[in-house]
Nanobody, 111 residues
Framework: QVQLVESGGGLVQAGGSLRLSCAASGSILGIYYMGWYRQAPGKQREWVAHITSSRSTNYADSVKGRFIISGDYAKNTVYLQMNSLKPEDTAVYYC?????WGQGIQVTVSS
């Protein structure tokens, strides 16, 4: 059974940086999409960024220019480098690969 495990979250001051990692415990074949979503308290889960197997990336307007997604399809890992963090980036962040989702990891940005 495939599981996705996120790491790298935590508490950071506004303007700081964090790097999230997500690794699959098993091999997933035929992945063409890896991405990150987030859910803030009282809000719906929203898409943050994704990277395709052809290395094409796309970002939500709210994080464009601050976040960078990267991934290794051979190793089934995906990363999210988050820079210039803002309090409004506070949320539980989820990685996704194909049909699989991680359990989520908390990112808290203090003002």
């Amino acid at each position: 059974q495939v599981q996705l495990v996120e790491s790298g979250g935590g508490l950071v001051q506004a303007g700081g940086s964090l790097r999230l990692s997500c690794a699959a415990s098993g091999s997933i074949l035929g992945i063409y999409y890896m991405g990150w979503y987030r859910q803030a308290p009282g809000k719906q889960r929203e898409w943050v960024a994704h990277i395709t197997s052809s290395r094409s990336t796309n970002y939500a307007d709210s994080v464009k220019g601050r976040f960078i997604i990267s991934g290794d399809y051979a190793k089934n890992t995906v990363y999210l480098q988050m820079n210039s963090l803002k309090p409004e980036d506070t949320a539980v962040y989820y990685c996704t690969m194909h049909i699989y989702w991680g359990q989520g990891i908390q990112v808290t940005v203090s003002s």
